[in-house]
């Protein structure tokens, strides 16, 4: 018997325990209304799009471990040493989890707590930095996000952000710029990581940077990382002193965060989650977060990970032909960002007509442009089983749909009904 199984095992006396009653049977018959609810965003994402670049589509797995009875048990702490008692078996799947990711990023050390993506980077900035101190990072106007000096964010708030951009031309990172930046404000820390940038980022650049000036190096990862997990993406890990990243988006696990770091900082982050920013962990959530981490540790998502970049590349392509033009002419990632204005749309109007055909995606700010574009990914058709041939065609729905064209809506729902959700 292992140890983890043991632990489980005296635990519960070794006495099976009783399956729960089948979750939405139990919901229709307590809350009919909420079940209706599930019901309907249930259909509304089987019948059209879904091109959230932050959005993804979890396995039956993890939504097994989220529901779970894990959500009864309250423990703040740490594994073997918590604040509640009874804490022995859901030590087990923290472990779990934190080795997991590890192993799978090439971590010496992981903290798997964090609420959100936002939250890890707060307990990023809470063990590094004190307040008032200046950090560098994306201005928001170039794909910078709210935790990364907006003035509506506790960031922005808290600490002195000056900002980076973007090439004008080009729209990839001016890391010239970042390096006159740098060496003019002498920032406590460097952030690297944007919510649409479709290139991917020269970390050992930013390290060299954040060495020239004795600067810690924050990689803000939520959107690659899943990327990173299956190779097709390149790695923050060796290079940043602490990487944030979130759990969901193309990993494919629960919403959640984490935090990795060398074991020179691996007290400070932890004591930075908890107890400083966070109460006690959500273990339903750690625990699906493990799941997500073991099926991401597979070839089959390695397979996965690259088919989204190939998906995207050929849905950029497809937009590009159509009319649309790209920021940065194409994508390495899951992401794109396109400008709609040739079709004689701006980001927020193009995305309600989107929508109205059953295109779900998200307007973001165009660098050095008032206007905004859409933005869109391919994470979740990926789950799906959509391929080259289904981004081709979508590509073309898109400038249908922006011309409102007649029957959109219905090619859009048989496309999305051919690729359910759960089929594959």
Known sequence: MTVTTAAVSAA???VPAKAPEGALDALRRQDPEIAEVLLAEEARQGASLQLIAAENFTSPAVLAALG?????????????????????????????AVDRAKALFGSEHANVQPHSGSSAVLAAYAALLRPGDTVLAMGLPYGGHLTHGSPANFSGRWFDFVGYGVDPETGIIDYAEVAELA???RPKAIVCGSICYPRHIDYAAFREVADAVGAYLIADAAHPMGLVAGGAAPSPVPYADVVCATTHKVLRGPRGGMLLCGERLAARIDRAVFPFTQGGAQMHTIAAKAVAF???ATPAFTGYAHQVVANARVLAAG????????????TDTHLVLADPAPLGADGRGARGRLAGAGIVLDTCALPYDDARGI???????????????????IAVLFSAALREEPDIRAEVRELAGRFPPYAH
Request: proline residues 1%.
């Open 12 to 14: 519960h006396g070794q």
């Open 294 to 296: 073991g099926e991401a």
């Open 375 to 393: 933005r869109l990914g391919t994470a979740a058709v990926t789950t799906q089983g959509m391929g080259e041939a289904e981004m081709a065609r």
């Open 68 to 96: 779970s009875r894990l959500s009864n048990k309250y423990a703040e702490g740490y594994p073997g040493a918590r604040h509640h008692g009874g804490c022995e078996v859901v030590d087990v799947a923290e472990r779990i």
């Open 319 to 330: 937009l590009a032909a159509e009319g649309f033009s790209l920021v940065t002419g194409g």
């Open 183 to 185: 060496e003019r404000h």
